[in-house]
């Protein structure tokens, strides 16, 4: 069965600090890629998106993620995080198999500190 | 611009009782998908429709059910509830039925069985 792990259960960085966030998959076909962010109080946003081409996607608000096929990872990095991105981070993945459906992870909760 | 808008916010139900939950697309979003977030976990796919059609059904039980009305509306129904059913059910809808077509989460609706 497809699985997605973040090992990152709980981040506390300080502002101004660099993120990096893990994301796996257990999926040896094709996949779309995504990671979704939830702000305190907020609904579920897409955050950024692979589907094909270049590996290295950039999404909003400064964040961009690499895809490694080899490694089966699509981690999600920022260089400077601000208090503004405390939140609950996502990855989710798509196999791409004519099913619609999205397998998320368990989420990564970022605390930062001003 | 409306987003997706989930009904009710919150329910209290007992074991065994039926639940239905409603959500209303954005406007002119044609597919609408059924997740399960359970307290920790991310969140779990349950159901796609499309052009009131079902496209896609996760690894739930039969008690789950759910249909997509003429004006792309959707209702979900879950019956004889138990208590691991407590969670939040969120709901997305999109443009088209592909995923190349972003997913917008509404705010859930917080079900608690007693």
């Known amino acids: 069965a497809q699985s997605v792990s973040q090992h990152n259960h709980h981040v506390i960085l300080s502002e101004a600090a660099s993120l990096e966030l893990g994301c796996n998959y257990s999926y040896g076909g094709t996949v779309n890629l995504f990671w979704y962010v939830q702000y305190p109080g907020q609904h579920l946003q897409l955050l950024l998106k692979?589907?094909?081409?270049?590996?290295l996607v950039k999404g909003i608000k400064g964040f961009e993620a690499e895809f490694i096929k080899s490694k089966f990872s699509f981690n999600l990095r920022k260089p400077s995080v601000q208090w503004s991105d405390t939140a609950e981070y996502f990855c989710a993945v798509n196999p791409v198999t004519g099913a619609n459906n999205l397998f998320f992870g368990t989420g990564t909760r970022l605390t930062v500190i001003p | 611009d409306a987003g997706v808008t989930q009904s009710p916010t919150h329910l209290i139900k007992t074991r065994g009782q039926q639940v239905t939950l409603r959500c209303s697309p954005i406007s002119g979003h044609k597919s609408v998908s059924w997740y399960q977030q359970v307290l920790g976990q991310g969140p779990q796919f349950i159901f796609q429709?499309?052009?009131?059609?079902?496209?896609g059904r996760g690894n739930f039980p039969d008690r789950f059910s759910a249909r997509q009305f003429p004006n792309y509306s959707s209702e979900l129904n879950v019956n004889a509830l138990l208590l691991g059913d407590s969670a939040l059910y969120l709901c997305?809808?999109?443009?088209?039925?592909?995923?190349?077509?972003?997913?917008?989460f509404g705010n859930g609706t917080r079900l608690t069985v007693t």
């Open positions: 429709y499309y052009e009131k059609e079902e496209r």
């Open positions: 997305a809808s999109s443009l088209a039925d592909r995923l190349n077509s972003p997913l917008h």
């Open positions: 692979y589907f094909s081409g270049d590996p």
